[in-house]
């Protein structure tokens, strides 16, 4: 149905035919503020960039956001103040921003044409200058040719402003560096900005390092009086199992009152159970300031550069606690980028000397895609050794261990659950005091997390610790199990008292 549009400005112009809606009525040509018409839905109905039907009056009048009239141009269209689609960012040349994605192609795009983040499906939000930016409104990083990256996998990436940091050289430039990094949260500071702390780490650590196995690893820990570890060190296949295992971090945990001598602990136990030799150690601890002892603990290993984020308020006791640290006013304060230009500044400064994992270069160098023509080794590598190997845990629960049962047990939970999922191994436990009990046969579970509830329901023992019968216990394990010649087959014994 039509009718005919009997308003006319000026003379120039004759009568148009007009097309309703399905009730009837008119519906009048709107144009945006560049000038051409809004876009339309299925029905005929003009739509703004969102894709919903412009408001009108009981007469099919199109409103404006004020839910006034629209005004009308010279030739009686009524303009929208909205643009007909959305204003793409733009380079310096007037080029489209392209958006790249964690695996350096394009990312999608939604029906309206907006760059959705890779896991989100979320459009990714633009400030007022039509620039890309993070939720703290800080515009994303840019490559040299002006694109837009994406880098952090995660619903609500937090990204530096700008990414020059990135490009330093030598043994400064992180990404090249060999290092071991574990992130302290102090319970506090999770309670007071947990999701933005925990968006910087994994921030940090995708865009500032190399997670390869080989290059540069993670640890997360997050403390009170005593610690629970999300992530063991290098406890992930590559970066992106890495941001799940973030993901997947509960909100909050009661860990009692911080106190920042437990994330130490914790921190060396990371380093010496993971260590590599070659490895720069680092620790950066995100303290609220009042869970500092002053105690000297972490400086006692020289091999361990300390770097403390924390409140200013609280400056005399974090500066006297570390030479290393980053002073801030709130948490929102800090974001990778902050952190990526301090260790920046302290090595070119050689106040924090880093190993470097790919000498005489600047760079990580090159990695064929084509045809793999290398020589394979003789001995299969590590993981494929690991894969269907066979490991009993052997725990004291003496009465030496009964005041560290919690954090024994968390530890042996997460040792098997980031092992385990990591090389598919068949567990078994024991544990010891007095008498011996075995928690689980080898690969006597359906699943790890039936074997996790299994350790943590363990009937800690007590009395002397007999560790001579446990391993035997151990070894009776294997022998009760089928031959499987290239099975490695380990005990890893877990105690306090020292025995012969």
């Keep these: 149905m039509y009718i005919q549009n009997l308003q006319q400005v000026g003379t120039e112009q004759p009568p148009q035919t007009l097309p309703t809606d399905p009730s009837g009525k008119v519906i009048y040509p709107i144009i ?17 960039k969102d894709g919903e039907p412009i408001d009108t009056n009981d007469a099919g009048v199109p409103l404006g956001p004020d839910g006034e009239v629209l005004p009308t141009d010279s030739l009686g269209r009524y303009v929208h103040p909205e643009p007909s689609e959305e204003l793409r960012p733009t380079t310096s040349d007037g080029r489209v921003v392209t958006v790249i994605g964690p695996d350096g192609k394009p990312v999608t795009t939604d029906s309206y044409g907006n760059p959705v983040h890779p896991l989100t499906g979320e459009a990714i939000p633009t400030n007022s200058q039509g620039q890309y930016v993070g939720p703290d409104g800080s515009p994303l990083p840019t490559d040299d040719n002006g694109n837009v990256i994406v880098i952090s996998g995660t619903s609500s990436p937090t990204h ?6 990135i490009h330093g050289d030598g043994s400064c430039y992180l990404p090249n560096t060999m290092l071991d990094v574990v992130f302290a949260l102090s319970q506090d500071a999770i309670k007071a ?26 640890a997360v820990i997050e403390y009170g009086e005593s610690v629970e570890i999300p992530v063991t060190l290098g406890g992930y296949n590559e970066r992106l199992e890495f941001l799940k295992m973030m993901d997947a971090v509960p909100d909050f945990q009661d860990l009692g009152i911080p106190k920042i001598d437990a994330a130490y602990a914790a921190a060396m136990q990371q380093f010496e159970t993971f260590k590599r030799d070659k490895a720069g150690r680092l620790l950066i601890v995100f303290t609220t300031g009042d869970d500092i002892a002053l105690s000297n603990t972490i400086k006692a290993n020289p091999g361990v550069n300390v770097v403390l984020v924390g409140p200013k308020s609280y400056n005399s006791e974090i500066q006297g606690e570390s030479d290393h ?3 801030v006013n709130s948490w929102t304060d800090v974001t990778s980028h902050t952190l990526g230009d301090y260790l920046t500044e302290e090595c070119s400064m050689k106040r924090i000397v880093f190993a470097t ?13 084509s045809v793999d023509q290398t020589l394979k080794p ?37 040792f098997v659950h980031n092992f385990g999922e990591k090389h598919d191994i068949r567990f078994g436990v024991v544990n010891y005091g007095k008498n011996v009990e075995v928690v689980a046969d080898i690969g006597n579970y359906e699943n790890l997390v039936e074997l996790e509830e299994e350790i943590r329901d363990m009937h800690f023992v007590g009395g002397q610790d007999d560790a001579g019968f446990a391993l035997k216990n151990a070894l009776q394990l294997f022998r009760d199990q089928k031959k499987l010649t290239k099975a490695i087959k380990a005990v890893v014994h877990v105690y306090k008292t020292d025995f012969t």
């Design 193 to 218: 900005d947990g999701a933005h702390l925990r968006e910087l780490v994994k921030d940090f650590a995708s865009i500032y390092l190399d997670l390869s196995p080989d290059v540069s690893r993670v």
């Design 378 to 414: 003789a001995v299969p590598s590590c993981d494929e050794q690991l894969q269907n190997s066979q490991i009993v845990v052997v725990l004291e629960t003496s009465d030496a261990t009964s005041r560290d049962k919690t954090n024994l047990i968390d530890n042996v939970v997460s």
């Design 32 to 48: 945006g503020s560049d000038g051409q018409l809004l876009p339309t839905d299925p029905t005929g109905v003009h739509v703004n």
């Design 357 to 369: 994992a790919f000498p005489d270069s600047t760079m990580p160098p090159s990695t064929a895609v």
């Design 160 to 165: 530096p402003s700008h990414s020059h940091a």
């Design 325 to 327: 640290y980053i002073l």
